[in-house]
């Protein structure tokens, strides 16, 4: 299944499409798949573009050789080494012993320490060129997104962008391998949640990278998982922008842990509140049953979070006790939360999220709340405060008026 990319007939997609892996790195969902794209370019020079997971091999290495025939690959630009991209390198490095591996000097460490590679090495620095032919290719290095040797090269010729990771997201590419290919409602929704599980922390880098590349033309943007920016790659480049300066929509994230149904009760009233009051975008989540990948993404798309836990332990529930550790480690700003729960008898559901509402610094809207045994009149009066307080904001702030 090579696809030319449209701009330059000499560059090729030679990725492949992994839907039997249930996790990312072992622990986001991969319910919809994810692509590990590489890229060729078939000039004077022959140079590969990152390879893909181990898992894919040696389909990857026929579609080089489909592309290539009996030629041997000159290089293998290495612009990121997490193993889902790097998991080929060797396989490639057999089959085509000559082949210079192009990388940073942090990139050198990882590809002996993962591979014990230690030969072929071809070091670039920051607006370095690599002169394939008619293909020229200069480097940007791009360091923590995702990992310290991240960087992306830009081909001067046909103005297209490798970018690694950035720009990309989950989900298998279903046929489209193009923007102007897909539905891309869909992979909007994976590309946020690749986004926030995956490079978020990063995201002031993104902000660096984003500005290192503002002055280029860039007339395609061909990532390492998730389609290829053929058509707008300001669409891709705006949504990353919003994402990693922290940007959110009109909306409620409500998300609760709940043994018996008390803290549940309590999010189902609020969540009804909120929208009697003019907020249309409600997103109600069980952190018991949807993974906290999806809750993240949901989070990091609308302004305000309501969390809510049972006392378990003394502590907060798990599920979301998981959920509150991902969101301090995610670096997300500017949000407006509440708080909510129940206890039976010493609590710690309750005071553990307020712990965490004030390490992470988002803007507390109204008091906690906190039923014991199962809510009555006077919690359900509170939370009814508190949901109209919480629309209020949010209305005042997106200029809705309910
Ligand atoms: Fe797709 Fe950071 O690896």
């Known amino acids: ?8 007939a000499k560059v090729h997609w030679i990725g492949t499409n992994d839907r039997e892996t249930n996790l990312f790195e072992n622990y986001w969902p991969l319910d919809k798949g994810v692509s590990y794209n590489s890229y060729i370019i078939n000039d004077e020079k022959i140079a590969v573009l990152d390879t893909v997971k181990f898992n894919k091999t040696t389909e990857y290495l026929e579609k080089v050789k489909e592309i290539i025939g009996d030629r041997p690959v000159d290089y293998l630009i290495v612009n990121h080494m997490e193993p889902d991209h790097s998991g080929s390198m060797l396989a490639l490095l057999s089959a085509y012993p000559e082949m210079k591996i192009v990388g940073n000097k942090k990139t050198f460490p990882f590809i002996e320490g993962f591979y014990g590679i230690t030969k072929n090495y071809y070091e670039v620095n920051d607006g370095d060129m690599l002169d394939l032919g008619y293909h020229k290719l200069k480097f940007y290095l791009t360091p923590m997104v995702h990992w310290p040797e991240t960087m992306m090269t830009y ?12 720009f990309g997201g989950f989900g298998a ?26 490079v978020a922390k990063y995201s002031q880098m993104v902000q660096k990278s984003l500005q290192k590349l503002s002055s280029l033309d860039i007339r395609m943007i061909a990532p390492t998982h998730g389609p290829v920016w053929r058509e707008s790659p300001g669409k891709i480049m705006e949504l990353y922008n919003k994402w990693s300066q922290f940007k959110a929509e009109n909306g409620v994230v409500i998300v609760y842990g709940s043994m018996y149904g008390n803290t549940a009760k309590m999010a189902d009233y609020l969540a009804r509140i909120i929208a009697q009051n003019g907020v249309k975008n409600i997103k109600v989540f069980d952190a018991s049953k949807t993974h906290n990948s999806y809750i993240l993404s949901e989070i990091w798309k609308y302004k305000a979070v309501i969390i809510g836990s049972c006392a ?16 301090s480690n995610s670096g997300l ?10 206890k039976s008898w010493s609590g710690g559901g ?5 712990a965490f509402v004030k390490e992470i610094g988002w803007e ?14 006077a919690e359900f009066e509170s939370l009814n405060k508190l949901g109209k307080e919480m629309a209020k904001r949010l209305n005042d702030e997106f200029n809705i008026n309910a």
Not at 1 to 8: D, R
Not at 155 to 166: G, Q, V, Y
Request: glycine share 6%.
């Open 312 to 327: 378990y332990n003394t502590k907060v529930f798990s599920p979301v006790e998981t959920l509150l550790a991902k969101l």
């Open 364 to 377: 507390k809207i109204g008091p906690s709340i906190e039923a014991t045994y199962s809510p009555k009149d």
């Open 1 to 8: 299944m090579n696809c030319k990319l449209s701009i330059e």
């Open 173 to 198: 590419l279903d046929g489209g391998i193009f923007d102007d290919e897909i539905n891309y409602e869909f992979y909007e929704d994976e590309t946020r949640r690749y986004y926030s599980n995956i």
């Open 333 to 342: 700003k500017d949000r407006y939360v509440s708080v909510f729960g129940n």
């Open 155 to 166: 081909d001067e010729t046909s103005k297209i962008l490798f970018s690694m990771d950035a």
């Open 350 to 354: 309750v005071s553990g999220i307020d």
